[in-house]
């Protein structure tokens, strides 16, 4: 049986996972993206259904504001434990209120989680482990040390020492650690290199938590750093047993593109068969992890066809007439909901005085860009009347860096525009004027470029510009998150007057070859 990576496409980075029975869950990075904190769900380790988040309460975390998008949410691990699921992650926010490394449990991960638990304690990538003693312990990233410190989960409050265990092989950033018990070793799993192009991962074992740990050796244990594959950056792994007893890794990985190498769905969910035979694992094809692997069984039954666990996969739809809006759908940082409402088929957005490249609340969502090549259509009306406003689609990397078009107000008109903003650089370009105040626009994405065009009133698609894809990867403006393709209204200067109603949202990714064969 065959399978191919990325298992969760687009920006989906630093995923762990953990089984309950038959049923496995992945938890991944969300930065200053609210909810916060996806939750899958799978059964056969390959197709994944988001279910939820760990931060979906308004009051349960404030993400800050004026910050770009390398902070928020970092690296959260999942664990289940006597029926019980932790999930412990860092809020990265320069020590301000509400930062710091904090977890949230819950019996049921498909729904509402404990509030933050804080835990004072340094640094980032934080874990969990549950010896076989009845104790449990935090694990953490020092400097350059990975320790370890016993928790109580009844006082909710780390206990005792800090241990150090290991700082690793001698890469740059030795972080996100796992600790794993077999055969009477304690095996700590790390990453090496920085999540970049020598991200690397290297194992120690010791007879005792607390050490000495001895390396693997034939570290780092999986890397395709230095070599031409498809997949590029792979690190920061978390393992899991499946119940037949075969092991399994998760980790993050790229899928660069072009000269030198880019990308811009940032940094993927993959899946890696794991040989632990021997008494170390072996991970993937001798240490590398290919874009398709050759497995003789995925766990439990592998059901129906493509897409069908996961209902927003490849294409997805949405009128807007649930009152939830869809677990794909994202705000940044926790929202103002006062820029928000809805209609009985459509999403109202009234923007504040903010403009676009502000990194503070807007009246924006986004879903994930998880496919090179796409398509996305949208409808709106917006009777925009006072100057400086606009409403529109938008491709989204961060506050500094996005392509956008929708209908604006300008120099006294109303008019279809279409904007790049890199860095710095920003170029407007308006129509000379709009009759109307609806329109439906598309932004069609492939390798090379992002092009927005409207529907004329001839029924055809008329183009309204085109940006490099390259200004958008991560590459360029990035940081640790990929694209968002977003919705989004904003009065520049003033409170908008006019409501943007956005109507039919549809987005149709296009893989490349059939997912599992
Ligand atoms: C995360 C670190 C990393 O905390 O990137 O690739 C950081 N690994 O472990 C943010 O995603």
């Known amino acids: 049986m065959k399978y191919q990576n990325p298992v969760i496409t687009g920006c989906y980075p630093d995923p762990s996972i953990c089984r309950a029975g038959d049923d496995y869950y992945v938890v991944n990075s969300t930065f200053e993206f609210f909810p916060g904190v996806v939750i899958s769900h799978s059964r056969d380790l390959v197709h994944w259904k988001q279910i939820g988040h760990c931060i979906s309460r308004d009051s349960q975390l404030e993400l800050f504001q004026g910050r770009m998008n390398n902070s928020g949410i970092y690296a959260p691990t999942i664990r289940y434990h006597d029926g019980i699921f932790y999930m412990v992650v860092t809020n990265v926010a320069n020590g301000e209120k509400g930062s710091g490394n904090f977890y949230m449990w819950t019996r049921d991960p498909a729904g509402e989680w404990s509030d933050p638990i804080f835990l004072d304690t340094p640094g980032i990538d934080p874990s969990f482990f549950f010896d076989d003693d009845g104790k449990a312990y935090y694990m953490g990233t020092g400097s350059p040390e990975i320790y370890a410190r016993e928790i109580d989960f009844e006082k909710g409050e780390l206990v005792g020492e800090s241990i150090k265990l290991w700082a690793g092989t001698g890469g740059a950033y030795p972080e996100g650690p796992h600790l794993y018990k077999k055969d009477g070793w304690y095996y700590l799993l790390i990453s090496e290199g920085g999540t970049e192009r020598c991200h690397m991962l290297t194992m120690a074992r010791s007879r005792k938590l607390e050490g000495p740990y001895e390396p693997c050796p034939y570290n780092p244990v999986m890397t395709n750093r230095s070599l031409r594959l498809p997949i590029g950056s792979v690190g920061h792994a978390d393992l899991v047993e499946d119940k037949e007893g075969r092991w399994w890794a998760v980790c993050l990985g790229t899928r660069p593109y072009g000269y030198p190498p880019r990308h811009n769905l940032g940094r993927e969910t993959m899946l890696v068969p794991v040989d632990w035979s021997g008494e170390w694992p072996v ?35 949405d009128d807007f007439s649930s009152d939830k809006l869809d677990l794909g759908w994202n705000h940044i940082y926790v929202p103002d909901r006062a820029l928000y409402g809805k209609a009985e088929k459509g999403l109202l957005l009234y923007g504040n005085e903010k403009c676009l490249k502000d990194a503070e609340k807007i009246a924006w969502i986004g879903r994930r860009q998880r496919h090179y090549i796409c398509e996305t259509q949208v409808s709106l009306e917006f009777p925009c009347m006072q100057e400086g406003e606009e409403a529109g689609l938008t491709i989204f990397m961060n506050n500094r860096h ?70 958008l990867t991560t590459e360029v403006g990035g940081a640790f998150t990929g694209n968002y393709i977003g919705l989004y209204s904003c009065g520049n200067g003033e409170k908008c007057q006019a409501a943007a109603l956005f109507t039919e949202f549809r987005y149709n990714g296009r893989r490349s070859e059939a997912f599992v064969k």
């Not at 240490?287 to 897409?307: C, D, K, M, N, W």
């Not at 903003?421 to 709009?434: D, M, N, T």
């Not at 109307?436 to 992002?450: A, I, P």
């Open 283 to 317: 991970f993937g094809d001798k240490g590398r992890v290919l874009e398709e692997f050759e497995v003789e069984t995925l766990p439990g039954s592998r059901e129906a066809e493509v897409g069908t666990l996961d209902s927003f996969y490849d294409d997805f739809f």
């Open 402 to 471: 996005h392509y956008e078009a929708g209908l604006a107000y300008r120099e006294g008109k109303r008019r279809l525009f279409f904007r790049r903003q890199i860095g710095s650089l920003e170029k407007v370009e308006c129509a000379p004027e709009y009759a109307g105040s609806k329109v439906t626009l598309k932004l069609e994405s492939d390798l090379d470029n992002y092009r927005f065009s409207y529907l004329n009133a001839e029924g055809e698609w008329e183009i309204l510009g085109e940006g490099e894809v390259q200004y």
